[in-house]
């Protein structure tokens, strides 16, 4: 089966910039997630979809970060506007449905703010 | 916050040499899972574990869960160079069943 896939593999952007990123799940899979991983750190959750219905949303920085699923297939997530502390890996990961499944993810994009 | 916290930090061995990480928590768990991160990729499954469950083998990886210490261990025998990669666990914990990750074990694999 096809993986996840995100796009774009790397980014770079000055503060105060918007950047966007797209992830498109495993067929089938009901659940998407978006973590940030910061070098040196496990990932962390931001938002959690079932379907294309938000779950849990409580670690999503709202003021600057949004997130949406539509169709609940693909999802972008965006920064708007960026901060130096926003640098990081930003994963997409995707299960089958909700509760306990192995989460299946993507390679990530890599975003670099200036 | 971070749940499980990962030990060592980082791992040095030789191939064919066995390699264990250890992952230790703070509260009361449902599951246990394991994960691989190799340089500039995503997170692979390699095992999950549920509270009532204390050992589980897939290959070469073994996994213990003791509750009562509230910690983990994931041994990989023979290790081989393609090991060579983060390891991280993570915990869920209450009704969300969310997995929350630790900092994770950097393993090299010397050939």
């Known amino acids: ?114 | 916050s971070q749940q499980g916290e990962e030990d060592p930090q980082a791992l040095s061995i030789q191939e064919g040499e066995n390699a264990t990480m250890n992952c230790s928590y703070k509260t009361s768990i449902n599951n246990l899972q394991w994960y691989r991160q190799n340089s500039g990729r995503g997170l692979v499954h390699l095992i999950l574990i549920r509270s009532n469950e204390r050992e589980k083998h897939s290959g070469r990886l073994r996994v213990t869960l003791d509750t009562s210490k509230k910690s983990s261990s994931l041994l990989i025998t023979a290790s081989r160079a393609a090991d060579t990669a983060s390891y991280f666990c993570a915990t869920d914990a209450g009704g969300s069943y969310i997995p929350t990750f630790g900092r994770g074990t950097s393993l090299i694999v010397h050939p």
């Open chain 1, 1 to 114: 089966e096809a993986g996840v896939a995100q796009s774009p593999r790397y980014k770079i952007i000055e503060k105060r910039q918007s950047v966007a990123f797209w992830c498109n799940p495993i067929s089938g899979h009901a659940t998407l997630y978006w973590y940030q991983q910061i070098l040196g750190q496990g990932p962390k959750l931001l938002i959690q979809f079932q379907n294309n219905g938000v779950v849990d949303d409580s670690q999503l920085p709202k003021d600057r970060f949004s997130a949406e699923r539509l169709k609940g297939v693909d999802s972008t997530l965006k920064i708007q506007p960026a901060k130096l502390e926003d640098s990081a890996v930003y994963l997409c990961a995707s299960s089958l449905g909700p509760g306990i499944q192995p989460q299946h993810f993507g390679d990530g994009t890599r975003l670099s703010i200036l």
